[in-house]
């Protein structure tokens, strides 16, 4: 299994960071779905602050061309992202077009 780390800033407001939470103790089960489907495994995401971080294992029939064309093309998905962005602002250092950054690692025990 491949392990993906990403990281996204939440809006630094406590009110937003708080529905965020709430959101996220019932995901939708069309999302839910659409993450299983695209051979996705394991996702946690972990907050500090506003720091979103997270953790994606994933099995060999996931690709990142696969999930975005499955997502594009699923209108639930698409709702939810755009919900969620009301909360999500991107890094600093964030290309054009990107939410979650890839992080890179840099040590392993």
């Known amino acids: 299994m491949i392990k993906y780390c990403f990281a996204l ?7 937003l960071i708080e529905e965020y ?4 103790q019932k995901i939708w089960p069309e999302i839910t779905d659409s993450i299983q489907s695209a ?4 996702l946690e995401i972990y907050l500090a602050g506003n720091r979103l971080f997270m ?7 996931f690709s990142f061309e696969k999930k975005t ?15 969620m962005w009301k909360y999500q602002q991107k890094l600093p250092f964030a290309k054009e077009g990107e939410k979650w950054v890839l992080m890179d690692r840099i040590y392993q025990l």
């Open 9 to 15: 800033d939440l809006k630094d407001d406590i009110k």
């Open 21 to 24: 939470k709430k959101y996220h």
């Open 39 to 42: 051979g996705i495994e394991n």
């Open 55 to 61: 953790i994606m294992k994933v099995n060999d029939s």
């Open 69 to 83: 064309a499955m997502d594009l093309a699923n209108p639930k998905v698409q709702e939810w992202e755009n919900l």
